[in-house]
């Protein structure tokens, strides 16, 4: 080799370490720094309301479901179209109305081109059809649980729950709604117009890339938080409201982001239910905090505020700008008490169990082991209350705080940190958020047979392992 070509040979090695350096510090750069096409600004456009999804059994006592899972496209910004994934359309699905009582049989039909699951977050089932990661469909499959709603009336929500791609699926669209009504909802004259005093509220940070595609990026901590809002799949919303009250029932579905929720111009309102049904009595508030996977039920008032605007907030970013009409009517004022929540007794000489949640960037355990499928990590018997007591102790494996949620049964809050819970936590709960160095105990009765899952509800953490298994027998 020449002299000369070996200093081209040395200019060459220069030049490619130079690149892949380069490529190095920009690939970090796009991971440490959220949206490479910046928050999307867009203003003026209607509330998207989901379509309540037909049922096609036309007996009282029974319905009938279709669901199809799909590939779309969905233009969030300027008409960009980006790739989504959604139930029964291109981005997040419609909203199941199911009633206490009745059998209710699922036909979900996975026509993605990968494997999925359907999960009913906050749905008392057998383990069987709870739709967790034992119960995946294949591409072009089916699957068709049968149950029968066995609970009060509440805001639950659906979502894919497979071992190790939940995050990206639920990123790109895939999650939805179910209300449960029953009896004691219906005596209460609580606003319950779909659409008009009743309103649903999915709300999901996200990042965007220029062309209009959703970016979903992860690094070494987890998710990189969206800096843009999407709210039932839209972007700078506005609703008409016709009514002195509102009912605005939001979930908090992004993968990791906790958000707290107030009024633009501080005022009170009223949250009615938590996460698996009403509370025993309103609890007026200027702002309320949902963890990933959370919901909770507000009635706003807007009495007196005929022709204003207010805007729902999460932190200071606008969730929805609220446009009170000139002639609002009167539909009814919000009852003192709601529901009586039947108690399960003493947490006294009950069993007790222990659960160590444990963190470090994006990888998390639970009581130091990591998800496996074939590992029952907890024996629960049948109708027995017991006391569960999650910890997130703070130090070197810890990254913040954890919705820790459980499959197919409502738990009630006994204490965080020793102390009673507040307003918001004394209703029926099914994902608690459980902050760095806090203890939450919880009583908590299955009434199901089955498998089920524990596990934190920040996505990311759930598909690196921070979950395991519970039979019930
Ligand atoms: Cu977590």
């Known amino acids: 080799m020449s002299p000369k070509r ?4 040395l200019y060459a090695a220069l030049a490619a370490s130079v690149i892949i350096f380069g490529a190095i510090a920009y690939v970090l750069f796009l991971n440490f720094f959220p949206g490479t096409g910046g928050p999307a600004v867009e203003t003026g456009n209607r509330l998207k309301i989901p379509a309540v999804l037909h049922d096609y059994d036309p007996s009282p006592d029974s319905a009938l479901y279709e669901i199809v899972v799909e590939k779309g496209k969905t233009a969030f910004i300027d008409g960009k179209e980006a790739d989504t994934l959604g139930y029964n359309g291109t981005y997040l699905g419609p909203v199941i109305r199911l009633r206490r009582g009745e059998t209710v049989e699922m036909n979900v039909a996975n026509e993605l ?9 906050g749905l008392i089932v057998d383990g069987e059809d709870d739709g967790g990661p034992h119960h995946g469909i294949q591409p072009g499959e089916r699957w068709a649980p049968v149950f029968t709603v066995d609970q009060g009336a509440a805001t639950l929500w659906y979502h894919p729950h ?13 999650a939805g709604l179910v209300y449960i009504d029953d009896e004691v909802s219906d005596s209460l004259g609580l606003p319950d117009e779909y659409g008009v005093d009743d ?4 709300v999901q940070d996200r990042s965007f890339r220029s062309d209009g595609s959703l970016d979903y990026r992860v690094n070494m901590m ?3 938080p969206g800096d843009t809002l999407l709210v039932n799949g839209g972007i700078g919303q506005f609703f008409d409201v016709t009514t002195e009250r509102l009912r605005i029932r939001i979930l908090n579905g992004s993968n990791s982001e906790n958000f707290t929720f107030s009024m633009s111009d501080g005022s009170i309102f009223h949250m009615i239910a938590s996460d698996g049904g009403l509370l025993e009595e309103p609890y007026g508030t200027d702002g309320i905090t949902l963890s990933p996977g959370e919901r909770a039920e507000i009635v706003a008032d ?3 505020k005929a022709g204003k605007t207010v805007n729902l907030l999460a932190g200071n970013r606008n969730v929805l700008e609220l446009r009170a009409a000139s002639d609002i009517r009167d539909n009814g004022a919000v009852p003192e008490r709601l529901v009586e929540i039947e108690e399960m007794g003493s947490p006294t000489g009950l069993k007790v169990r222990y659960f160590e949640l444990q963190s470090m960037g994006i990888s998390g355990a639970i009581n130091g082991k990591t998800f496996d499928m074939e590992r029952i990590d907890e024996k629960v018997r049948l109708n027995e209350p017991e006391v569960w007591i999650v910890t997130n102790p703070p130090g070197m494996m810890q990254s913040g705080g954890h919705p820790f949620h459980v499959h197919g049964v409502q738990f009630r809050i006994l204490s965080r940190d020793g102390k009673l819970p ?7 709960k099914d994902t608690v958020f459980v902050n760095t160095g806090e203890e939450v105990r919880i009583l908590i009765r299955f009434s199901k047979v089955g ?3 524990y596990h934190c509800h920040i996505l990311e953490h759930e598909d690196n392992g921070m979950m395991g298994q519970i039979l019930v027998e």
């Open 6 to 9: 070996a200093g081209l040979g």
């Open 113 to 121: 081109t990968e494997f999925t699951t359907v999960h009913w977050h």
């Open 162 to 174: 497979l071992m190790g791609n939940t995050s990206d699926q639920v990123y790109y669209g895939l």
């Open 199 to 202: 309103i649903p509220l999915i």
């Open 222 to 224: 987890g998710v990189i």
């Open 302 to 304: 807007f009495s007196g």
């Open 422 to 428: 507040g307003p918001a936590e004394r209703g029926y």
């Open 451 to 453: 498998v089920f899952m």
